[in-house]
């Protein structure tokens, strides 16, 4: 395993601000600030989007492209954001994917969080064009994305992480090389079941706190001293208790996530109950029509208001 401090970066053999051109794919509430990241970093950002209006909100001189294969025609590298896993698929290998246009030698770095399965398959039909694919799913969430401080669970080549240094470091700032392909989807998979067991812990305790009559936002206080203390104590429980669900991360995408661990537990023989219910909690609330808010409105489920 390696890690990687974003101020202790060997500069030699690196996609480098000045030579390398980039291209962006999906400029949602992750995508966007990660591309304007890059910008500021002084790589020069051209984009794909389906809707190319999107393209805009990068500013003026920003060149777009009408389909990931011309894109990624003009490209050393290709940052990609988008959704779900038939999305990567979509972008990568699909009828005018990125495996169309990319020259030898390039790579393509997907952010999005996907399928460890099909994250090596993609890495397998690329790696015959000689395109490298490194998975480097994220957390951090939009605030980590904006700041830029984003953490990035890396898989694939080393090589290719290492080249790739000086650019996931304008995104990110814990920035770990897990293994081989499709391993840093699967500490993404485990840092999603953490996420989702803690929201349902928090929620719940914040729901206790309020039956009991007590002030719940002195005891997320009191408690964040102490070994309950985290940044889903932190950051979540106000939203729950100030009723903002405005993602953030939305429901949908975090029930893509468990479905994704849990596709994974099943591959493995393993039962994860804790991201079972939380799955639960979460389809709960799509059902309810809160599909679109962020994944902390279970806390509606759980007190049975109305999301
Ligand atoms: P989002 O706001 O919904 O943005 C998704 C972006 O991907 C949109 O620009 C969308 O384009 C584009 N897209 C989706 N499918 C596409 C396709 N087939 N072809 C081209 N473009 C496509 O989602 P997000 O929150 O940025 O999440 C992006 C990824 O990061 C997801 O995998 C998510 O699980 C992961 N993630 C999110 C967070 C978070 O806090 N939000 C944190 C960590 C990881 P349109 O605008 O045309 O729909």
Redesign the pocket.
């Given at each position: 395993m390696a890690r990687y401090n974003s101020e202790k970066i060997s500069m030699a053999n690196t996609f480098l601000s000045d030579k390398t051109r980039v291209g962006c794919?999906?400029?949602?509430?992750?995508?966007?600030p990660a591309a304007k990241n890059l910008q500021r970093a002084g790589y020069t950002v051209s984009a794909?989007?389906?809707?190319p209006e999107?393209t805009k909100t990068l500013g003026g001189t920003v060149a777009s492209y009408s389909s990931p294969k011309e894109l990624g025609a003009v490209c050393d590298v290709v940052v990609i954001?988008?959704?779900?896993t038939?999305?990567v698929e979509?972008?990568t290998l699909g009828k005018n994917g990125l495996v169309h246009g990319m020259k030898p030698g390039s790579a393509i770095i997907d952010?999005?969080?996907?399928s460890p399965a099909t994250t090596r398959h993609v890495a397998e039909k690329l790696a015959e064009k000689d395109i490298t694919f490194l998975d480097a799913?994220?957390?951090?969430?939009?605030k980590g994305?904006i700041d830029g401080t984003l953490t990035i669970m890396v898989g694939g080549s080393v090589d290719m992480f290492t080249k790739a240094q000086p650019l996931l470091a304008a995104m990110g700032k814990t920035i770990t090389h897990i293994g081989t392909s499709g391993a840093g989807q699967v500490a993404?998979a485990c840092n999603q079941i953490i996420i989702g067991a803690t929201i349902e812990g928090v929620a719940e305790a914040m729901v206790l706190a309020q039956k009991n009559g007590v002030d719940a936002a002195a005891v997320r206080e009191a408690l964040l001293g102490g070994f309950a203390g985290s940044k889903v104590l932190e950051m979540h429980a106000p939203r729950m208790l100030h009723n903002n669900f405005t993602?953030?991360?939305?429901s949908v995408?975090h029930e893509?996530?468990m479905k994704i661990a849990l596709t994974n537990g099943g591959e493995n023989n393993l039962s994860l109950p804790a991201a079972e219910l939380f799955l639960q909690r979460l389809q709960a609330l799509i059902a309810l029509g809160g599909g679109d808010l962020d994944s902390t409105a279970i806390y509606k489920v759980i007190t049975g208001e109305k999301p």
């Amino acid at each position: 395993m390696a890690r990687y401090n974003s101020e202790k970066i060997s500069m030699a053999n690196t996609f480098l601000s000045d030579k390398t051109r980039v291209g962006c794919i999906g400029l949602g509430i992750m995508g966007l600030p990660a591309a304007k990241n890059l910008q500021r970093a002084g790589y020069t950002v051209s984009a794909y989007a389906r809707r190319p209006e999107s393209t805009k909100t990068l500013g003026g001189t920003v060149a777009s492209y009408s389909s990931p294969k011309e894109l990624g025609a003009v490209c050393d590298v290709v940052v990609i954001n988008v959704s779900d896993t038939p999305d990567v698929e979509e972008v990568t290998l699909g009828k005018n994917g990125l495996v169309h246009g990319m020259k030898p030698g390039s790579a393509i770095i997907d952010m999005s969080t996907i399928s460890p399965a099909t994250t090596r398959h993609v890495a397998e039909k690329l790696a015959e064009k000689d395109i490298t694919f490194l998975d480097a799913p994220v957390s951090g969430g939009q605030k980590g994305a904006i700041d830029g401080t984003l953490t990035i669970m890396v898989g694939g080549s080393v090589d290719m992480f290492t080249k790739a240094q000086p650019l996931l470091a304008a995104m990110g700032k814990t920035i770990t090389h897990i293994g081989t392909s499709g391993a840093g989807q699967v500490a993404k998979a485990c840092n999603q079941i953490i996420i989702g067991a803690t929201i349902e812990g928090v929620a719940e305790a914040m729901v206790l706190a309020q039956k009991n009559g007590v002030d719940a936002a002195a005891v997320r206080e009191a408690l964040l001293g102490g070994f309950a203390g985290s940044k889903v104590l932190e950051m979540h429980a106000p939203r729950m208790l100030h009723n903002n669900f405005t993602p953030g991360f939305k429901s949908v995408l975090h029930e893509k996530d468990m479905k994704i661990a849990l596709t994974n537990g099943g591959e493995n023989n393993l039962s994860l109950p804790a991201a079972e219910l939380f799955l639960q909690r979460l389809q709960a609330l799509i059902a309810l029509g809160g599909g679109d808010l962020d994944s902390t409105a279970i806390y509606k489920v759980i007190t049975g208001e109305k999301p």
